[in-house]
């Protein structure tokens, strides 16, 4: 069996396409699932690609990675990033490679994206290359 990556999408996410695509782009996370699907099966990897608007899902399928021994995780945690002292608490809870990934890049954005729990608890961040972060994390996850 592959290794799998664990790809979590916090709240909003589900709006990709749709939600101010000047900043987002115009994929949908259906569209990034495709493409990491498919890049995942070359460097022989599986996806396991979730999204939820609730912060207690995000946190539990943290836990669940590392149970059923994922090789990382790709957290883009949207808006949860620059509150959420749960998901800070449980990727320092885990063993399994957190990889903070964001479409934008938050530092060029509003001063309340400047602080990031997430970043602060995950062993490096992709921001700022649109939908082509989430392919550079990836990358970066199989090389762990």
Request: glycine residues 8%; hydrophobic residues 45%; charged residues 20%.
């Amino acid at each position: 069996m592959a290794d799998t990556i664990y790809v979590l999408n916090g709240p909003n996410l589900n709006l990709l396409g749709l939600r101010e695509p000047e900043i987002y782009g115009s994929d949908t996370l259906d569209d990034i699932a495709g493409r990491l699907e498919d890049r995942a099966k070359e460097l022989g990897l599986e996806i396991d690609l979730r999204q939820s608007n609730h912060e207690g899902h995000l946190v539990d399928w943290l836990h669940e990675a590392q149970a059923y021994k994922a090789k990382a995780v790709l957290l883009n945690a949207g808006a949860f990033t620059h509150t959420s002292l749960a998901l800070y608490d449980a990727i320092r809870a885990i063993r399994t490679p957190v990889l903070e990934v964001h479409l934008s890049n938050p530092l060029t954005r509003e001063e309340f994206r400047h602080h990031s729990y997430v970043g602060m608890a995950a062993k490096g961040t992709i921001a700022g290359f649109g939908a082509l972060s989430y392919m550079l994390a990836l990358e970066a996850a199989a090389h762990l």
